[in-house]
């Protein structure tokens, strides 16, 4: 959590400065650091008296005037980027900030075509983004993702009498020493987020909690996918067994056919996300 936290509060400390000089004044009893000088749903008059403006639902962040950097909202999410934590604080006009991150370690056991295969996925990742409301609820969230060790790993390993396709060639596996080894597929790397959605992770008005959702890219590395095998290769009528390491032609069939799967995921640098989570939001000044 140690990098969450000093981002954070580095942000924290560039952020608003930079916004300061846009945020416009109205009149001499409005603090500079108020989050916008529009009225409420009150007047202005009932604000500086201490009594707030009527809403039920949520509003536009200019129409409600606060300090920034005086709420935070703490949320839990679900996304295809894993299991995840925000932290979010408000800033000036119609902006909040919002540190992310995302943890998923699951494995699950499958019979495919002959083979056992025992999958883990393993999703690691944290980024930072600035939500901007430009009407009521709707959100555009440029960000950063700015540590991500995403990646899928497969055990495969023949059962008695497996055969099995590579490079569009025709084998089967020795019974007494079968074919076995491990694939992975690399979805690494930093690189921006293109995020879009509704709902406030920093609640504008006096609810606490809010059920935001967003969808959209990340720009990673290009996935690359990697397939070992091992063990004795026959060919497709059981015969001539041979270790895959020497058996001919095999090693150039797992070559080419990698090539096709690393030519297949190579889209996927352009990640897409979809996520749906839950926020509660204090106020922790005045």
């Excluded at 999958?119 to 990742?125: D, F, G, I, M």
């Excluded at 944290?126 to 990646?151: C, E, H, Q, V």
């Excluded at 390993?157 to 020795?174: D, H, K, L, R």
């Excluded at 909690?209 to 060919?235: D, H, K, M, R, Y």
Aim: proline share 6%; hydrophobic share 40%.
């Amino acid at each position: 959590m140690r990098p969450i936290a000093s981002s954070l509060f580095v942000v924290l400390l560039a952020v608003p400065a930079s916004f300061f000089a846009q945020v416009p004044s109205c009149k001499t009893y409005l603090s500079p650091y108020d989050f916008s000088t529009a009225a409420p749903l009150g007047s202005l008059d009932a604000i500086s008296d201490g009594v707030p403006g009527g809403a039920s639902g949520q509003v536009e962040p200019s129409a409600y005037a606060d300090r920034y950097l005086t709420r935070l909202s703490l949320g839990g999410s679900v996304s295809t980027l894993g299991t995840g934590g925000e932290l979010a604080t408000n800033l000036p006009y119609r902006l909040d900030l919002r540190v992310v991150g995302n943890f998923f370690d699951f494995n699950w056991k499958m019979t495919d075509s002959g083979f056992y295969v025992v999958v883990n996925t393993e999703l690691a990742n944290t980024g930072a983004l600035a939500d901007y409301y430009p009407w009521k609820s709707l959100r555009i969230s440029p960000g950063f993702l700015y540590y991500n060790t995403d990646r899928i790993r497969g055990d495969v390993q023949a059962a008695p009498g497996a055969t099995f396709t590579i490079n569009n060639v025709n084998y089967a596996s020795q019974n007494s020493n079968p074919i076995h080894g491990t694939g992975r597929l690399q979805l690494r790397g930093a690189g921006f987020l293109a995020m879009a959605g509704w709902g406030h992770y920093v609640s504008r008005n006096e609810k606490r909690w809010s059920f935001p959702f967003e969808g959209g890219v990340a720009f990673i590395n290009t996935p690359t996918a990697t397939f070992s095998l091992q063990g004795n290769v026959c060919n497709a009528q059981g015969q001539d067994c041979q270790p895959a390491a020497t058996f001919p032609g095999f090693q150039s069939n797992l070559a080419a056919q990698i090539a096709t799967w690393n030519n297949d995921v190579k889209p996927f640098h352009i990640y897409p996300i979809v996520e749906g989570g839950v926020t509660y939001t204090f106020r922790y000044r005045r």
